[in-house]
């Protein structure tokens, strides 16, 4: 669908939505760019403070992967007035504007509007140098592939619109989508790693191919190497399966071959994140340097795989 609108042109471009990364980023200067990305959804969670430093978090993750710092922000919502009361939403706002406080972004105010259910998010502006932009596009046969945070929230999610999630499983949950890419993002640029993207709605196979494609190249990812959040396989053989996980493994298998891997591995490597951790392409003689940085910030960090050369935009799932 997008392919029949007409691209953006401006020398000042530097980031477009032709490689599909994380926020479109414009020159200012020789040395500074102006970063903008824009994310909004209906609650994940039901505390409506929750949801908001959830949505918050989402948001900033765009500008995180992009190697830059947010400056501030603008809320977008939508709100039911005849079936939630006004509370909701500004528990909701007081969620994000928590985040924003953390982690010393601006807001600026938003725009809200009636409609038939509750959505929020920001739309955020952050600053970077061009020299220094990361990408998903740049990575390179023999860089390791690294992952931030556990997977499993659209599976969890499901899981708790059925009310059949329990205590223990929904805070950690809740605590792993409300923390930001922030000091991920830091110990990235600190080895310069060659691309960099989070995990969101496409999953994690989805992110990979993005980076695959625009980097030319091709990647091997192990199902048994992959970081989970507690109950997440359980959940799967329940049928606690979201419908973004069936799309985008209906997407994916054509792009991506398995070699071994059981239907559970299959979803958990498709499951649609919310505020997902950073996927990053790093040297190998890099890759201790960021997991050792990323454990001394208390971020977790695994290796997940490796890129290869072969047919761009491609990849392989082995058990």
């Known amino acids: 669908m997008l392919s ?46 929750d949801f908001g430093r959830i949505a918050a978090a989402n948001a900033l993750s765009d500008i995180f992967a992009m190697g830059a710092t947010p400056l501030c922000a603008l809320a977008v ?35 809200t509007v009636k409609g038939p259910e509750l959505t929020y998010g920001l739309a955020v502006t952050g600053l970077v140098d061009p020299a220094e932009i990361m990408r998903n596009g740049g990575a390179r046969p023999g860089d390791r592939l690294v992952l931030t945070k556990p997977l499993g929230t659209g599976v969890l999610a499901t899981a708790l619109k059925r009310e059949v999630l329990a205590d223990r499983v929904y805070r950690v949950l809740v605590e792993t989508m409300a923390g930001t890419n922030r000091l991920a993002a830091e110990c990235c640029r600190e080895v310069a790693v060659h691309a960099l993207t989070d995990i969101s709605g496409f999953g994690l196979l989805g992110h990979a191919l993005e980076m695959a494609a625009a980097s030319g190249v091709t990647f091997r990812v192990a199902a048994s190497a992959l970081p989970l959040l507690p109950g997440v396989r359980e959940a799967v053989e329940a049928g606690m399966v979201p419908e973004g996980l069936i799309a985008n493994r ?70």
């Open 4 to 49: 029949k609108l007409p691209e953006a042109s401006d020398p000042r471009l530097l980031v477009g939505g032709g490689t599909f990364d994380d926020a479109g980023v414009l020159r200012l200067s020789a040395s500074q760019a102006l970063v903008q990305s824009v994310d909004f959804f209906t609650p994940v969670v039901d505390d409506p403070y």
């Open 250 to 319: 209906e997407w994916a298998k054509d792009k991506v071959s398995f070699e071994g891997v059981d239907s559970i591995g299959i979803a958990l490597a498709c499951d649609p994140q919310t505020s997902g951790g950073l996927l990053a392409a790093v040297r190998p003689a890099e890759t201790d340097a960021l997991l050792a940085a990323l454990a001394d910030r208390g971020v977790s960090g695994t290796v997940i795989g490796e890129i290869l050369a072969g047919v761009p935009g491609t990849g392989v799932l082995v058990r």
């Open 77 to 111: 919502c939508t709100f039911p007035v005849n079936t939630l009361p006004l509370a909701a939403l500004r528990e909701t706002l007081a969620g994000g504007l928590a985040t924003l406080r953390a982690e010393g972004v601006v807001p600026l105010g938003g725009h």
